[in-house]
């Protein structure tokens, strides 16, 4: 197998040709076909994010097609398409990763891909639209006729919009480039601003960038009562208005990653197109400079690469 690895954090990734994996018992090898670039890739690799025993072919959002089962695997066979549930303890983070061409990982974290999705719409699936959904769904407890802001529309906020208005939500999204506001728009929000300080009275607001910043605007930016949902890990730590959240009642929740049944939600808006991923295609070559493209910020929707032929 070919595959980017990560051999020192601050260091570029390496290309490197390694022995295809072997299936364990519970194990499925899967050949990958797409494979999602996540600012998470980014902070793994510069070290701001140290998870995991290094060296490690990154790339935590994969879809694939099962070659090979391993014993006790009853529920696949070879030939099926597959997303990988992603995690702290899934492929990219705890052991190798979709920036390769085959990967290994548990049977357990599979979901068969519907018909009408293709793999780099499931790819994106199993992290961006996953976590996005546990956020709004789970974490937020999202309802019909809330006021919910979204923070950014890079990878997980362009999910996050068209989720919260398809669960019936008024939308507003904290999009700093003026250039995006209209892609904003067409994900399905109602109102776009260009500062987290233009929020207020909100009854759900989810960070997807996680600086001081907006974690101190977003606790400023809901109502009494109100709650934050904070998904991204920009800094290392955040000023918190401590007055404003006690007196307001505001509750603030970290959010990552999902369950198996919200995964398949997800793929199956993405079937039925109340789901439509804002994705930018790559090339498997193409993956080391991405990810810096993507360290820059700007890039509006997901970076996804295709690992056919890599």
């Known amino acids: 197998m070919r595959a980017w690895r990560l051999t020192t954090r ?49 790339g935590h959002e994969v879809a694939g097609v099962i070659t090979e089962i391993g014993p006790e695997v009853t529920e696949f066979q ?22 390769g061409t085959v990967v290994r990982t548990q049977a357990d974290r599979l979901i068969t891909i519907p018909d009408g999705v293709t793999y780099e719409q499931a790819a994106v699936a199993t992290d961006a639209g996953l976590t996005s959904y546990h956020a709004l769904h789970d974490k937020g407890n999202i309802q019909p006729g809330m006021k919910v802001g979204i923070i950014s529309i890079g990878g997980l906020g362009s999910f996050g ?12 999204a904290v999009v700093r480039k003026k250039a995006l506001a209209t892609t904003a728009l067409e994900l399905g929000a109602a109102t776009v601003v260009q500062s987290i300080d233009d929020v207020r009275d909100l ?73 439509k991923p804002l994705l930018t295609r790559i090339g498997f070559g193409e993956i080391p400079d991405s990810l810096d493209r993507l360290s820059k910020g700007g890039v509006a929707g997901r970076l996804v690469a295709d690992m056919s032929a890599g």
């Open 203 to 275: 009854d759900l607001i989810v960070d997807f960038v996680g600086s001081s910043e907006t974690v101190r605007g977003s606790v400023l930016g809901v109502r009494h009562s109100g709650r934050v949902v904070v998904v991204g890990g920009q800094d290392e730590s955040a000023s918190i208005p401590i007055a404003v959240m006690l007196m307001n009642n505001v509750e603030i929740v970290g959010s990552n990653a999902g369950t198996n049944d919200e995964l398949r939600q997800v793929l199956a808006m993405i079937a039925d197109r109340s789901l």
């Open 78 to 99: 070879a030939g099926d398409r597959v997303a990988v549930r992603t995690g702290p303890d899934g492929p990219g983070v705890a052991y190798d990763g979709g920036f």
């Open 161 to 172: 919009v068209q989720i919260a208005a398809a669960a019936g939500a008024e939308v507003t």
């Open 10 to 58: 601050g260091e570029p990734l390496e290309l490197v040709d390694l022995r295809d994996p072997a299936p364990g018992p519970g194990e499925v090898v899967l050949r990958t076909m797409a494979a999602g670039l996540c600012l998470t890739d980014v902070h793994i690799a510069t070290g701001s994010l140290p998870f995991g025993a290094l060296p490690v072919v990154l």
